[in-house]
DNA sequence: AAAGCAAAGTTGACACTGTCAAGTTAACGT
DNA sequence: ACGTTAACTTGACAGTGTCAACTTTGCTTT
Protein backbone atom coordinates (compact mmCIF):
# COMPACT_ATOMS: atom_id res chain seq x y z
CA UNK A 1 0.00 0.00 0.00
CA UNK A 2 1.28 3.65 -0.86
CA UNK A 3 1.48 6.38 1.23
CA UNK A 4 -2.13 8.14 0.24
CA UNK A 5 -0.50 11.62 0.85
CA UNK A 6 2.48 11.43 -1.54
CA UNK A 7 1.32 12.33 -4.55
CA UNK A 8 2.52 9.43 -7.56
CA UNK A 9 3.45 10.84 -10.57
CA UNK A 10 2.30 7.99 -12.80
CA UNK A 11 0.68 5.31 -11.08
CA UNK A 12 -1.89 6.38 -8.68
CA UNK A 13 -2.11 3.84 -6.23
CA UNK A 14 -5.64 3.85 -5.18
CA UNK A 15 -7.45 4.85 -8.23
CA UNK A 16 -10.62 2.85 -8.32
CA UNK A 17 -11.75 4.42 -4.95
CA UNK A 18 -11.20 7.65 -6.11
CA UNK A 19 -13.17 7.14 -9.04
CA UNK A 20 -15.98 5.88 -7.01
CA UNK A 21 -15.69 8.67 -4.66
CA UNK A 22 -15.28 11.31 -6.89
CA UNK A 23 -18.00 9.99 -9.14
CA UNK A 24 -20.30 9.85 -6.81
CA UNK A 25 -19.74 13.71 -6.13
CA UNK A 26 -19.81 14.44 -8.70
CA UNK A 27 -23.63 13.14 -8.91
CA UNK A 28 -24.46 14.53 -5.86
CA UNK A 29 -23.46 17.90 -7.33
CA UNK A 30 -24.89 18.01 -10.87
CA UNK A 31 -27.06 15.10 -11.61
CA UNK A 32 -26.01 11.95 -13.58
CA UNK A 33 -25.97 13.70 -16.80
CA UNK A 34 -23.06 15.51 -15.89
CA UNK A 35 -21.12 11.92 -14.71
CA UNK A 36 -18.78 11.25 -17.76
CA UNK A 37 -15.90 9.36 -17.79
CA UNK A 38 -13.78 11.76 -19.11
CA UNK A 39 -14.83 14.75 -16.80
CA UNK A 40 -14.25 12.18 -13.88
CA UNK A 41 -11.12 11.40 -15.22
CA UNK A 42 -9.89 14.70 -15.70
CA UNK A 43 -10.88 15.20 -12.31
CA UNK A 44 -9.17 12.97 -10.74
CA UNK A 45 -6.21 13.95 -13.12
CA UNK A 46 -6.02 10.99 -14.55
CA UNK A 47 -5.90 9.97 -18.77
CA UNK A 48 -8.96 9.25 -20.22
CA UNK A 49 -8.99 5.72 -20.38
CA UNK A 50 -7.22 4.94 -17.35
CA UNK A 51 -10.71 3.83 -15.65
CA UNK A 52 -10.74 1.07 -17.86
CA UNK A 53 -7.86 -0.44 -15.96
CA UNK A 54 -10.44 -0.58 -12.74
CA UNK A 55 -13.98 -0.77 -14.73
CA UNK A 56 -15.09 -2.91 -17.20
CA UNK A 57 -17.36 0.48 -18.85
CA UNK A 58 -19.18 2.92 -17.71
CA UNK A 59 -21.58 0.84 -16.75
CA UNK A 60 -20.04 -0.91 -13.99
CA UNK A 61 -18.48 2.02 -12.57
CA UNK A 62 -22.59 3.19 -11.83
CA UNK A 63 -22.87 -0.52 -10.65
CA UNK A 64 -19.83 0.20 -7.88
CA UNK A 65 -21.72 3.45 -7.20
CA UNK A 66 -25.11 1.90 -5.97
CA UNK A 67 -23.22 -1.03 -4.67
CA UNK A 68 -22.41 1.60 -1.88
CA UNK A 69 -25.60 3.46 -1.90
CA UNK A 70 -27.34 -0.11 -1.06
CA UNK A 71 -24.97 -0.65 1.80
CA UNK A 72 -25.90 2.71 2.96
CA UNK A 73 -29.77 1.72 2.59
CA UNK A 74 -29.13 -0.92 4.51
CA UNK A 75 -27.52 0.33 7.52
CA UNK A 76 -30.62 2.99 7.68
CA UNK A 77 -32.84 0.00 7.66
CA UNK A 78 -30.86 -1.65 10.27
CA UNK A 79 -30.64 0.74 12.50
CA UNK A 80 -34.55 1.45 12.99
CA UNK A 81 -35.09 -1.86 13.00
CA UNK A 82 -32.71 -2.62 16.17
CA UNK A 83 -34.14 0.99 17.64
CA UNK A 84 -35.60 -1.34 20.82
CA UNK A 85 -37.84 2.09 22.35
CA UNK A 86 -39.93 2.06 19.53
CA UNK A 87 -43.51 0.20 19.31
CA UNK A 88 -44.25 -2.10 16.15
CA UNK A 89 -46.45 0.75 14.48
CA UNK A 90 -43.31 3.36 15.15
CA UNK A 91 -41.00 1.11 13.51
CA UNK A 92 -43.35 0.87 10.67
CA UNK A 93 -43.64 4.43 10.79
CA UNK A 94 -39.79 5.15 10.95
CA UNK A 95 -39.23 2.65 8.07
CA UNK A 96 -41.26 4.72 5.58
CA UNK A 97 -40.03 7.87 6.98
CA UNK A 98 -36.25 6.42 6.81
CA UNK A 99 -37.20 5.31 3.40
CA UNK A 100 -38.50 8.72 1.91
CA UNK A 101 -35.69 10.51 3.47
CA UNK A 102 -32.65 8.88 2.56
CA UNK A 103 -34.10 9.28 -1.08
CA UNK A 104 -34.92 12.59 -0.69
CA UNK A 105 -31.44 13.26 0.60
CA UNK A 106 -29.70 11.90 -2.40
CA UNK A 107 -31.89 12.18 -4.97
CA UNK A 108 -29.20 11.05 -7.56
CA UNK A 109 -27.86 8.18 -6.22
CA UNK A 110 -31.48 6.77 -5.36
CA UNK A 111 -32.38 7.37 -9.01
CA UNK A 112 -29.18 5.59 -10.29
CA UNK A 113 -29.50 2.18 -7.52
CA UNK A 114 -33.21 1.68 -8.51
CA UNK A 115 -33.06 2.62 -12.56
CA UNK A 116 -33.13 0.24 -15.43
CA UNK A 117 -30.15 1.97 -16.55
CA UNK A 118 -27.57 -0.66 -14.48
CA UNK A 119 -31.06 -3.09 -13.96
CA UNK A 120 -31.93 -3.58 -17.31
CA UNK A 121 -30.92 -6.18 -20.06
CA UNK A 122 -28.90 -8.19 -17.45
CA UNK A 123 -26.51 -4.95 -16.95
CA UNK A 124 -26.08 -5.54 -13.34
CA UNK A 125 -22.87 -6.86 -11.92
CA UNK A 126 -22.45 -9.31 -9.42
CA UNK A 127 -21.28 -7.27 -6.75
CA UNK A 128 -24.09 -5.24 -7.37
CA UNK A 129 -26.74 -7.98 -6.69
CA UNK A 130 -24.90 -9.18 -4.21
CA UNK A 131 -25.04 -5.73 -2.17
CA UNK A 132 -28.47 -4.61 -3.07
CA UNK A 133 -30.11 -8.44 -2.48
CA UNK A 134 -29.47 -8.55 1.13
CA UNK A 135 -31.02 -5.11 1.50
CA UNK A 136 -33.88 -6.08 -0.22
CA UNK A 137 -34.76 -9.30 1.66
CA UNK A 138 -34.00 -7.47 4.65
CA UNK A 139 -37.17 -5.56 4.10
CA UNK A 140 -39.05 -8.80 3.50
CA UNK A 141 -37.49 -9.88 6.89
CA UNK A 142 -38.94 -6.60 8.53
CA UNK A 143 -42.32 -7.14 7.25
CA UNK A 144 -42.94 -10.98 8.17
CA UNK A 145 -41.64 -9.92 11.52
CA UNK A 146 -44.43 -6.53 11.58
CA UNK A 147 -46.90 -9.28 9.96
CA UNK A 148 -46.17 -12.26 12.71
CA UNK A 149 -46.95 -9.54 15.30
CA UNK A 150 -50.31 -8.75 13.24
CA UNK A 151 -49.94 -5.26 12.22
CA UNK A 152 -51.56 -5.63 8.69
CA UNK A 153 -55.05 -7.22 8.31
CA UNK A 154 -54.59 -9.35 5.63
CA UNK A 155 -53.65 -12.79 4.60
CA UNK A 156 -50.10 -14.21 5.86
CA UNK A 157 -47.80 -13.46 2.76
CA UNK A 158 -45.09 -11.79 3.68
CA UNK A 159 -43.43 -11.56 0.04
CA UNK A 160 -46.31 -10.15 -1.29
CA UNK A 161 -47.14 -7.49 1.63
CA UNK A 162 -43.36 -6.38 1.43
CA UNK A 163 -43.68 -6.02 -2.56
CA UNK A 164 -46.72 -3.88 -1.99
CA UNK A 165 -45.25 -1.65 0.71
CA UNK A 166 -41.96 -1.25 -1.13
CA UNK A 167 -43.90 -0.32 -4.16
CA UNK A 168 -45.33 2.47 -1.73
CA UNK A 169 -42.60 3.97 -0.43
CA UNK A 170 -40.53 3.42 -3.69
CA UNK A 171 -43.17 5.58 -6.07
CA UNK A 172 -43.65 7.91 -3.37
CA UNK A 173 -40.16 8.41 -3.44
CA UNK A 174 -39.76 8.63 -7.19
CA UNK A 175 -42.69 11.09 -7.72
CA UNK A 176 -40.99 13.20 -5.50
CA UNK A 177 -37.61 12.96 -6.90
CA UNK A 178 -38.46 13.09 -10.41
CA UNK A 179 -39.72 16.25 -10.18
CA UNK A 180 -43.55 15.10 -10.32
CA UNK A 181 -44.73 15.92 -6.58
CA UNK A 182 -43.08 19.38 -6.16
CA UNK A 183 -43.99 20.25 -2.27
CA UNK A 184 -41.04 18.57 -0.71
CA UNK A 185 -42.81 20.15 3.09
CA UNK A 186 -45.31 17.77 2.63
CA UNK A 187 -43.01 14.46 2.67
CA UNK A 188 -43.81 13.94 6.24
CA UNK A 189 -47.55 14.35 6.28
CA UNK A 190 -47.74 12.07 3.48
CA UNK A 191 -45.69 9.41 5.02
CA UNK A 192 -47.91 9.75 8.13
CA UNK A 193 -51.02 9.05 5.90
CA UNK A 194 -49.74 6.17 3.98
CA UNK A 195 -49.21 4.61 7.78
CA UNK A 196 -52.64 5.45 8.96
CA UNK A 197 -54.01 3.80 4.83
CA UNK A 198 -51.97 0.64 5.50
CA UNK A 199 -52.83 0.37 9.61
CA UNK A 200 -56.62 1.62 10.30
CA UNK A 201 -57.89 -1.19 11.65
CA UNK A 202 -54.50 -2.64 12.96
CA UNK A 203 -54.85 -3.98 16.24
CA UNK A 204 -51.33 -2.21 17.26
CA UNK B 1 -53.51 20.15 -47.03
CA UNK B 2 -51.32 17.80 -48.91
CA UNK B 3 -52.69 14.56 -50.46
CA UNK B 4 -50.82 12.18 -48.44
CA UNK B 5 -50.36 9.08 -50.16
CA UNK B 6 -48.01 11.63 -52.30
CA UNK B 7 -44.56 11.62 -51.94
CA UNK B 8 -43.37 15.02 -51.85
CA UNK B 9 -39.66 15.43 -53.08
CA UNK B 10 -38.82 18.35 -50.74
CA UNK B 11 -41.61 19.54 -48.09
CA UNK B 12 -42.96 16.47 -45.84
CA UNK B 13 -46.20 17.45 -45.34
CA UNK B 14 -46.72 16.33 -41.92
CA UNK B 15 -43.42 15.58 -40.77
CA UNK B 16 -44.47 16.59 -36.84
CA UNK B 17 -47.15 14.28 -36.33
CA UNK B 18 -44.44 11.69 -38.24
CA UNK B 19 -41.77 11.85 -36.36
CA UNK B 20 -43.61 11.92 -33.32
CA UNK B 21 -45.09 8.48 -34.45
CA UNK B 22 -41.95 6.89 -35.54
CA UNK B 23 -40.23 8.12 -32.47
CA UNK B 24 -42.68 6.37 -30.34
CA UNK B 25 -42.58 3.25 -32.88
CA UNK B 26 -38.91 3.15 -32.26
CA UNK B 27 -39.07 4.08 -28.46
CA UNK B 28 -41.36 0.65 -28.17
CA UNK B 29 -39.40 -1.21 -30.24
CA UNK B 30 -35.54 -0.47 -28.94
CA UNK B 31 -35.93 1.39 -25.71
CA UNK B 32 -35.25 5.37 -25.22
CA UNK B 33 -31.12 4.65 -25.57
CA UNK B 34 -31.56 3.86 -29.16
CA UNK B 35 -34.16 7.33 -29.37
CA UNK B 36 -31.67 9.56 -31.18
CA UNK B 37 -32.53 12.35 -33.43
CA UNK B 38 -30.48 11.32 -36.21
CA UNK B 39 -31.68 7.85 -36.65
CA UNK B 40 -35.29 9.41 -36.20
CA UNK B 41 -34.50 11.64 -39.05
CA UNK B 42 -32.77 9.04 -41.66
CA UNK B 43 -35.91 6.68 -40.85
CA UNK B 44 -38.16 9.20 -42.19
CA UNK B 45 -36.35 10.12 -44.81
CA UNK B 46 -35.65 13.52 -43.67
CA UNK B 47 -32.13 15.58 -42.87
CA UNK B 48 -30.69 15.48 -39.59
CA UNK B 49 -31.55 19.06 -38.91
CA UNK B 50 -35.17 19.27 -40.15
CA UNK B 51 -36.64 17.62 -36.76
CA UNK B 52 -35.29 21.30 -35.34
CA UNK B 53 -38.28 23.29 -37.06
CA UNK B 54 -40.84 21.34 -35.30
CA UNK B 55 -39.24 20.76 -32.05
CA UNK B 56 -37.29 23.15 -30.14
CA UNK B 57 -34.68 20.62 -28.64
CA UNK B 58 -35.05 16.71 -28.70
CA UNK B 59 -36.63 17.27 -24.94
CA UNK B 60 -39.45 18.70 -26.58
CA UNK B 61 -40.01 15.77 -29.03
CA UNK B 62 -39.90 13.42 -26.09
CA UNK B 63 -42.41 16.09 -24.43
CA UNK B 64 -44.55 15.38 -27.13
CA UNK B 65 -44.54 11.52 -27.18
CA UNK B 66 -44.84 11.88 -23.26
CA UNK B 67 -48.44 13.81 -24.24
CA UNK B 68 -49.80 11.33 -26.26
CA UNK B 69 -48.96 8.70 -23.42
CA UNK B 70 -51.05 10.46 -20.78
CA UNK B 71 -54.02 10.68 -23.41
CA UNK B 72 -53.99 7.38 -23.15
CA UNK B 73 -53.73 6.51 -19.25
CA UNK B 74 -56.33 9.40 -18.70
CA UNK B 75 -58.76 7.87 -21.72
CA UNK B 76 -58.20 4.34 -19.48
CA UNK B 77 -58.59 5.63 -16.38
CA UNK B 78 -62.18 6.97 -17.46
CA UNK B 79 -63.35 3.52 -19.24
CA UNK B 80 -62.69 2.21 -16.35
CA UNK B 81 -64.54 4.54 -13.91
CA UNK B 82 -67.31 5.02 -15.96
CA UNK B 83 -67.75 1.55 -16.31
CA UNK B 84 -71.43 1.02 -14.03
CA UNK B 85 -71.57 -2.68 -13.71
CA UNK B 86 -68.35 -2.42 -11.33
CA UNK B 87 -68.76 -2.06 -7.71
CA UNK B 88 -66.75 0.47 -6.05
CA UNK B 89 -64.55 -2.34 -4.71
CA UNK B 90 -64.07 -3.54 -8.20
CA UNK B 91 -63.57 0.02 -9.62
CA UNK B 92 -61.07 0.16 -7.09
CA UNK B 93 -59.04 -2.91 -8.40
CA UNK B 94 -59.51 -2.02 -11.67
CA UNK B 95 -57.62 1.16 -11.41
CA UNK B 96 -54.86 -0.41 -9.37
CA UNK B 97 -55.15 -3.36 -12.46
CA UNK B 98 -55.14 -1.25 -15.38
CA UNK B 99 -52.65 1.34 -14.32
CA UNK B 100 -50.05 -1.09 -13.80
CA UNK B 101 -51.04 -2.86 -17.08
CA UNK B 102 -50.47 -0.37 -18.87
CA UNK B 103 -46.90 0.39 -17.43
CA UNK B 104 -46.14 -2.92 -18.07
CA UNK B 105 -47.31 -2.72 -21.77
CA UNK B 106 -45.89 0.51 -22.37
CA UNK B 107 -42.48 0.23 -20.23
CA UNK B 108 -40.21 3.01 -22.16
CA UNK B 109 -42.87 5.10 -23.04
CA UNK B 110 -44.50 4.68 -19.02
CA UNK B 111 -40.57 5.28 -17.98
CA UNK B 112 -40.71 8.65 -20.10
CA UNK B 113 -43.56 10.11 -18.91
CA UNK B 114 -42.92 10.04 -15.28
CA UNK B 115 -39.19 9.84 -15.97
CA UNK B 116 -36.46 13.51 -14.53
CA UNK B 117 -35.35 13.88 -18.12
CA UNK B 118 -38.63 15.68 -18.62
CA UNK B 119 -39.88 16.70 -15.44
CA UNK B 120 -36.73 17.90 -13.72
CA UNK B 121 -35.24 21.32 -13.99
CA UNK B 122 -38.60 22.59 -15.29
CA UNK B 123 -37.43 21.23 -18.77
CA UNK B 124 -41.50 20.45 -19.04
CA UNK B 125 -42.85 21.93 -22.04
CA UNK B 126 -46.23 23.86 -21.48
CA UNK B 127 -48.41 21.32 -24.04
CA UNK B 128 -47.05 18.15 -21.64
CA UNK B 129 -48.85 20.05 -18.34
CA UNK B 130 -51.54 20.54 -20.01
CA UNK B 131 -51.66 16.77 -20.89
CA UNK B 132 -50.50 15.64 -17.83
CA UNK B 133 -52.18 17.58 -14.99
CA UNK B 134 -56.06 16.64 -16.42
CA UNK B 135 -54.82 12.93 -15.99
CA UNK B 136 -53.35 13.63 -12.66
CA UNK B 137 -56.59 15.41 -11.20
CA UNK B 138 -58.79 12.92 -12.28
CA UNK B 139 -57.08 10.16 -9.85
CA UNK B 140 -57.79 12.54 -6.92
CA UNK B 141 -61.04 13.18 -8.44
CA UNK B 142 -61.79 9.06 -8.30
CA UNK B 143 -59.93 8.40 -5.26
CA UNK B 144 -62.44 11.32 -3.61
CA UNK B 145 -65.23 9.71 -4.87
CA UNK B 146 -64.01 6.62 -3.33
CA UNK B 147 -63.64 7.94 -0.11
CA UNK B 148 -66.58 9.72 0.07
CA UNK B 149 -68.31 6.23 -0.39
CA UNK B 150 -66.28 5.22 2.33
CA UNK B 151 -64.16 2.74 1.05
CA UNK B 152 -60.69 3.74 3.18
CA UNK B 153 -61.21 3.92 6.44
CA UNK B 154 -59.24 6.56 7.34
CA UNK B 155 -59.57 10.94 7.72
CA UNK B 156 -61.20 12.16 5.01
CA UNK B 157 -58.10 13.82 2.99
CA UNK B 158 -58.74 13.06 -1.10
CA UNK B 159 -55.41 14.16 -1.66
CA UNK B 160 -53.31 12.48 0.59
CA UNK B 161 -54.99 9.07 0.06
CA UNK B 162 -54.62 9.90 -3.66
CA UNK B 163 -50.99 10.76 -3.76
CA UNK B 164 -50.71 7.57 -1.48
CA UNK B 165 -52.61 5.16 -3.81
CA UNK B 166 -50.67 6.74 -7.03
CA UNK B 167 -47.06 6.14 -5.22
CA UNK B 168 -48.47 2.78 -4.96
CA UNK B 169 -48.95 2.12 -8.45
CA UNK B 170 -46.16 3.55 -9.25
CA UNK B 171 -43.67 2.50 -7.12
CA UNK B 172 -44.83 -1.56 -7.88
CA UNK B 173 -45.54 -0.33 -12.31
CA UNK B 174 -41.55 1.33 -12.05
CA UNK B 175 -40.19 -1.94 -10.20
CA UNK B 176 -41.56 -4.09 -12.55
CA UNK B 177 -40.68 -2.01 -15.05
CA UNK B 178 -37.12 -1.01 -14.28
CA UNK B 179 -36.55 -4.70 -13.98
CA UNK B 180 -36.12 -5.37 -10.35
CA UNK B 181 -39.56 -6.92 -9.68
CA UNK B 182 -38.62 -9.86 -12.55
CA UNK B 183 -41.24 -12.34 -12.16
CA UNK B 184 -44.25 -10.85 -14.63
CA UNK B 185 -46.50 -13.28 -13.71
CA UNK B 186 -47.62 -11.90 -10.35
CA UNK B 187 -48.66 -8.99 -11.35
CA UNK B 188 -52.15 -9.74 -11.10
CA UNK B 189 -51.25 -11.03 -7.49
CA UNK B 190 -49.68 -8.18 -6.19
CA UNK B 191 -52.38 -5.93 -7.91
CA UNK B 192 -54.68 -8.03 -5.68
CA UNK B 193 -52.90 -8.30 -2.46
CA UNK B 194 -52.17 -3.78 -2.86
CA UNK B 195 -56.13 -4.07 -2.86
CA UNK B 196 -56.47 -6.27 0.15
CA UNK B 197 -54.08 -4.12 2.04
CA UNK B 198 -55.88 -0.47 1.57
CA UNK B 199 -59.34 -2.58 2.36
CA UNK B 200 -58.70 -4.68 4.62
CA UNK B 201 -61.34 -3.08 7.05
CA UNK B 202 -63.76 -1.24 4.43
CA UNK B 203 -66.89 -1.09 4.70
CA UNK B 204 -67.79 -2.22 1.53
C1' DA C 1 -49.86 36.99 -62.36
C1' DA C 2 -45.39 38.66 -60.00
C1' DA C 3 -42.95 39.66 -55.99
C1' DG C 4 -41.51 38.80 -51.76
C1' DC C 5 -41.38 36.71 -47.39
C1' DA C 6 -41.60 33.13 -44.14
C1' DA C 7 -41.68 28.25 -43.34
C1' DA C 8 -39.46 23.90 -44.23
C1' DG C 9 -35.55 21.38 -45.33
C1' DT C 10 -30.40 21.07 -46.41
C1' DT C 11 -25.18 20.68 -45.56
C1' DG C 12 -21.12 21.79 -42.78
C1' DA C 13 -19.22 22.31 -38.47
C1' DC C 14 -18.29 21.91 -33.38
C1' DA C 15 -17.87 20.04 -28.97
C1' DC C 16 -18.93 16.32 -26.54
C1' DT C 17 -19.57 11.29 -25.48
C1' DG C 18 -17.96 5.94 -24.68
C1' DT C 19 -14.65 2.75 -26.11
C1' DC C 20 -10.98 0.23 -28.72
C1' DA C 21 -5.96 -0.56 -30.16
C1' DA C 22 -1.36 0.16 -29.60
C1' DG C 23 2.26 2.06 -27.16
C1' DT C 24 4.75 3.56 -22.53
C1' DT C 25 5.96 3.46 -17.64
C1' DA C 26 6.80 1.48 -13.29
C1' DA C 27 6.31 -1.90 -9.77
C1' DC C 28 6.86 -6.41 -8.04
C1' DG C 29 8.04 -11.44 -7.83
C1' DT C 30 11.52 -14.73 -9.15
C1' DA D 1 18.99 -7.98 -11.97
C1' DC D 2 15.41 -9.20 -15.08
C1' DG D 3 11.17 -9.94 -17.10
C1' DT D 4 6.33 -10.14 -16.63
C1' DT D 5 2.38 -7.68 -16.02
C1' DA D 6 -0.61 -4.25 -14.20
C1' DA D 7 -1.37 0.63 -14.55
C1' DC D 8 -1.50 4.38 -17.37
C1' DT D 9 -1.08 7.21 -21.87
C1' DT D 10 -2.10 8.96 -26.64
C1' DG D 11 -4.51 8.42 -31.04
C1' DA D 12 -8.48 7.22 -33.30
C1' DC D 13 -13.45 6.24 -34.48
C1' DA D 14 -18.27 6.31 -34.55
C1' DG D 15 -21.90 8.30 -32.49
C1' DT D 16 -24.55 12.19 -30.25
C1' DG D 17 -27.24 17.13 -29.89
C1' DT D 18 -27.24 21.52 -31.74
C1' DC D 19 -25.88 25.91 -34.12
C1' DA D 20 -25.12 28.85 -38.37
C1' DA D 21 -25.60 29.63 -43.03
C1' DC D 22 -27.68 28.28 -47.21
C1' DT D 23 -31.54 26.50 -50.55
C1' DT D 24 -36.04 25.26 -51.80
C1' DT D 25 -40.90 25.75 -51.65
C1' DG D 26 -45.50 27.53 -50.86
C1' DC D 27 -48.60 31.28 -49.51
C1' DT D 28 -49.91 36.07 -49.19
C1' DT D 29 -50.16 40.56 -50.91
C1' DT D 30 -50.11 43.75 -54.29
Redesign the pocket.
Known amino acids: M?DINEK??????D?RETLLVVATKMLQESGIKE?????L?SRVG?????P???FK???ALLCGMAEKGFEQLHQINKNGYEDEELSIREHFYRFIHDYIQFAHNNPDLYELMFGRTIWKDKSSTQELRDSAYPCFQFQVAMTQEWQKKGLFNVDDNALRASQVLWGTVHGIAKLFIDGIYTDNSKIDEICDYAVSMFLSNSKQ
Chains 1, 2 share one sequence.
Not at 35 to 39: F, G, N, P, Y
Not at 46 to 50: E, G, H, L, Q, Y
Open positions: KSTYHHGLVSLRKAVSRTAYHHDKN
